[in-house]
């Protein structure tokens, strides 16, 4: 009996047949998502729960602490106490990460790097999850699992794919961007402390007068940005797998505290109405000749962890955590990391995540959660577990809140990928490109026709041609220069078309 040619309906896990599984529900096409989207729920925790115990992602790491000092005044944009004035200190813990790779994995792999940090302030612990790169692959939470996945190990060999890695970037060109980055020398740091940091999301800033601007974080290296060759990052995978964290660690131990400045691109309500493209998008920047810097602080890792697992391996981060005068956005991927990045934590390091040293809050906290496993302290002693109630538990601060946000739309899955702006994956990645010096070009183009050979199976062409159409877009030269890397023929265009014709050889 011949088995059947059509492809298995898509369903929930309850057998409910799903219809978009790339656009999260939200409110209105630019509006937040919608808690009522159970299947991103199902999802993302369904992710959250793949390994174990190591983390999903970022399962490679290195920390420190150190110090956060405020140097100059941001009062104008934001109530947040940290920057209450210029020269405020405060304590803070830094994780940096590969992406893909397990807990045993090379520092060196091309990769993007996680940037986590954790400011322990007295309005409550604020995290600043981000890269070291200003954009992400994807720009709507439902695709991140899928993305990852192809990053991993494929079913049945259980080794790394390039033809998974590449045929989703094919079929996803919001990837672009990203992609290009990580292609680049950027995709191999030397180390953790040649490399920038980002926040990557938009977040939002809001004043005494509660006002609201939008705003990305960056964190630019003090230290000097400075790559590994992709040739000398497969020798070092080979000669130190830890590389990373021995750079880390001596630079530190021997008194070289690595510093980063910290910046920030600010944009109005008014300004994010008009602009050409999504603001809240995280596959774009801000170009910084419209939105341009502004220096906030020096952020310093002066102390190694004594115990490695209780503190780096058991730090939790989220970006559900901010404090009062800094908020979220309408950012699709902050909104699906809020609720899915505590789920993750929660399953990996229990219900009272919290309380681990490395997590709590040094000013303490008080609410009405109690029991679970590895509840620290002393539980809520005898206090009451309900609110409200008149045994003098903790109340409400009336002081805290955002000013309203306006909403509107239907409720829907939104192609994310539809509208002015939001199909253009080539522009910027064109453009960074085009901004790269001549060796920097050269170093991509290698990188990238190195990564695609790797590309095997009997839909090799198809996924060739299809990433190699992508590039095209961007930059004719650049996806000239690759086609031709891979031995790929292709004309250059004419004045009736818009991409080369390529036929592979």
């Known amino acids: 009996m011949e088995e059947s040619t059509q492809p298995k309906t898509l369903t929930t896990a309850s057998g409910r047949p799903i219809f978009d599984n790339q656009n999260s529900q939200s409110a209105g096409a630019r509006g937040p998502l919608l808690l009522q989207d159970y299947f991103l729920h199902e999802k993302s925790a369904h992710f959250n729960r793949e390994r174990t115990p ?3 992602v970022h399962a490679k790491g290195s920390g420190a602490y150190g110090k956060f000092t405020v140097t100059h005044d941001i ?12 020269g405020n200190e405060c304590k803070m813990f ?6 893909g790779g397990e807990k045993g994995s090379a520092d060196t792999e091309r990769d993007p790097r996680g940037f986590a940090l954790k400011f322990y302030t007295e309005d409550g612990n604020w995290d600043l999850v981000g890269n070291n790169t200003p954009v992400f692959f994807v720009k709507d939470p439902l695709k991140f699992t899928d993305f990852i996945h192809t990053q991993k190990r494929e079913a049945r060999s259980n080794r790394k794919s390039p033809t998974m890695m590449w045929d989703y970037w094919s079929l996803n060109p919001e990837s672009l961007h990203q992609v290009t980055i990580l292609m ?3 995709g191999t740091p030397y180390g953790y402390r040649h490399m920038h940091g980002y926040g990557s999301h938009t977040f939002s800033l809001i004043n005494a007068a509660n006002e609201r ?10 230290q000097g940005v400075k790559n590994f060759s992709d040739a000398d990052a497969k020798m070092m995978k080979a000669e130190d797998a830890d590389f990373a964290q021995h750079d880390l660690v001596d630079a530190i131990d021997n008194g070289d505290f690595p510093k980063w400045t910290m ?9 994010a109405r008009d602009f050409r493209w999504n603001p809240f998008d995280l596959t774009k920047v801000w170009p910084q000749g419209e939105f341009p810097l502004q220096e906030v602080g020096v952020m310093e890792l002066n102390a190694i962890p004594e115990n490695y697992h209780a503190h780096v391996e058991q730090a939790a981060f989220a970006p559900a955590h901010v404090v009062d005068g800094v908020g979220y956005s309408p950012d699709k991927m902050l909104q699906g990391r809020i609720l899915s990045y505590p789920d993750a934590h929660r399953y990996r390091l229990g219900a009272n995540y919290e309380h681990l040293p490395v997590n709590a809050c040094p000013f303490g906290f008080s609410n009405y959660q109690r029991d679970g496993q590895m509840a620290l302290g002393d539980n809520g002693g005898p206090g009451p577990n309900y609110f409200p109630n008149s045994f003098d538990g903790p109340v409400e601060d009336k002081t805290q809140g955002e000013p309203a946000q306006a909403l509107d739309g239907f409720a829907a899955r939104y192609d994310r990928n539809e509208g002015p702006g939001n199909d253009d994956h080539y522009t910027q990645a064109g453009n960074l490109f085009r901004l790269l010096d001549a060796q920097a070009q050269k170093n991509l183009i290698n990188n990238v026709v190195g990564a695609m050979s790797g590309i095997e199976g009997p839909k090799k062409d198809l996924i060739t041609q299809r990433q190699l159409c992508h590039w095209f877009r961007a930059d004719i030269r650049l996806g000239m220069a690759i086609a031709k ?3 790929v023929d292709a004309e ?9 014709a390529a036929a592979l050889a």
């Open 54 to 56: 190591e983390r999903v």
């Open 75 to 86: 009062t104008h944009l934001t109530r947040a106490k940290l920057f209450a004035k210029v």
């Open 94 to 99: 830094a994780r940096f990460s590969t992406v």
């Open 184 to 186: 680049s020398d950027r």
């Open 213 to 222: 601007v939008w705003v990305k974080f960056h964190f630019r290296t003090q």
């Open 263 to 271: 910046f920030i691109q600010t944009m109005t309500e008014e300004q």
């Open 485 to 487: 890397g891979l031995g």
């Open 492 to 500: 250059m265009p004419t004045e009736h078309s818009s991409a080369p």
